[in-house]
């Protein structure tokens, strides 16, 4: 306080507002500090500013004015707005003054049901891609919840119509040893799959999804089939069950890819209320359609049948659309393979949202086939082996984290010999190294698409002369030279700045396969 006082005294302090420019304010002084003017103040918030306080003691009305402060909250814009005798808070675009009263509340009704909607179903802080998504989410759980309705009511028709002169202990045995049966296919799906949850996600939801809609097909065939209720049901019930795991599995993969503040808990929270609520307004749907059939048992009979392939489409397109909008920020080999292109070529890393879109859901009928691809794992004994390969690898050195070479595979029913490029990557080997020795494997091949005489070489697997092996060696050292440490730092920072996480690569289980020196 002593050394407020003492800058009060050398020194009077002028505060000049931008609403009262022209206007003359009171001086502070020590006096004025001392023996403050009391001001009338009353419930609603005043200004307690002194260079007013002349005014408001003789009963002068301030004029009306905007102050430049905006709230955002639940959605909507705010400001505080002076109307000469308190402080409200109206909404952005619009003043009290100058609405009418009916509308003006209509519209304030209307905004406060709107936002209370939101808050309900949406987390605070998401991705912008989030309500797209939830939209085709909304499209898939609710026809999927009608299919699954009519799919049981179609079961306990079966159920009373194959037992009725059995005992009811009959019939609930049959459903527990399929329910069980299922769950240990699940466990043996889930076991044999972990990986692959994050390395495919996509594909995997999206497979077991199209499984789902199958095993609902089934499960309406057992009213035809009474007889085979047990093994219909059992299919339908092992596909459902691996369906759950790949859902439940993915799930939190893809609530993380939406959080930007750490809120992966609301996001999950959330996504459980509009499972619930979608599923609802799938069972009224369900319920509405018996309803309008109920009079006619041969109409309730066909229905299910009648639904089932336009509810399925509907369904499976929600899903697909819905993937779309997914955009994972975590690196696996086929997204930083596609990063990597784009940095060969122009020099840029495309975001998780352009990844995203040019990934796809990665079905595997889909893809064309690719001119010397890229794999990480290791040299396969079964495949006819290059002496290039063999070559390299006795060239290797100790301080070497990964070597490169070439390899024939042969892949497809008719056993179609293809050429790759392999990456084999050492015990102990750094996400660095990995991304360099990825990044190496990208520019040889962009190499050897250039060179078409490659192809031709590499069918004559042992025939190899000095020439062609001193080329591909040659090669091999520009590429290191091309590809330096230099480089992957930058890499490695562009692709932070990107969005992406760099904290690790997700390898499948043949991706993870390293060797070591003996």
Known sequence: MQSLSQVCCDSQLHFQLPWNSNKTHNVFSKSNLRRPKRLNLSCSLKTSFGFESERIERGEKLEAFSLPVVIRSSGKSSRYFWDGTQLKLVSFDETPSNSNEFDYGFRKLYQFYTSAVRDFFIPQQVQENYMEYVKWKFLHAVFS???????????????????????????????????????????IYTASLASAFDTNLKRVRFSTSIMFTLSIGVELLTPIFPRYFLLLATMANVAKQISLAGYLATGSAVHRSFAVAGNLGEVSAKAQIQTVCFDNIGLMLAALLNLLCKNNERLVAVLPFVVYPIFSAIDLLGIYQGLKHVHLQTLTKDRLEIILDRWIHLKHIPSPAEVSKEEGIDIPWRKGRVLWPIRIGCVDPKDPIPKISMLTMQSLRGEDSYFICL????????????????????????????????????????????????????????????SLLSEWF????????SACTLEVELLEEELHKSGWSVKNILLSVQEQVRYNMS
Do not use: H
Request: positive net charge; charged residues 30%; contains cysteine.
């Open 474 to 481: 040659k090669i091999v050292e520009d590429v290191k030279r």
């Open 145 to 187: 919840s009608a299919l699954r309705v009519l799919a049981t009511q179609a079961m306990f028709r079966a159920m009373g119509f194959g037992y009725s002169k059995s005992l009811p202990s009959a019939a609930a045995l049959n459903w527990v040893l399929k329910d069980g049966l299922g769950r240990l296919s699940r466990c």
């Open 407 to 466: 390899e024939t595979t042969s892949k497809g029913f008719r056993s179609n010999e293809q050429q790759g490029v392999l990456l084999c990557l050492r015990e102990g080997c750094s996400i660095s190294d990995i991304i360099m020795g990825l990044l190496q494997a990208s520019y040889i091949r962009e190499e050897l698409r250039r060179r078409d005489n490659w192809r031709q070489i590499m069918e004559k697997i042992n025939d190899v002369s000095e």
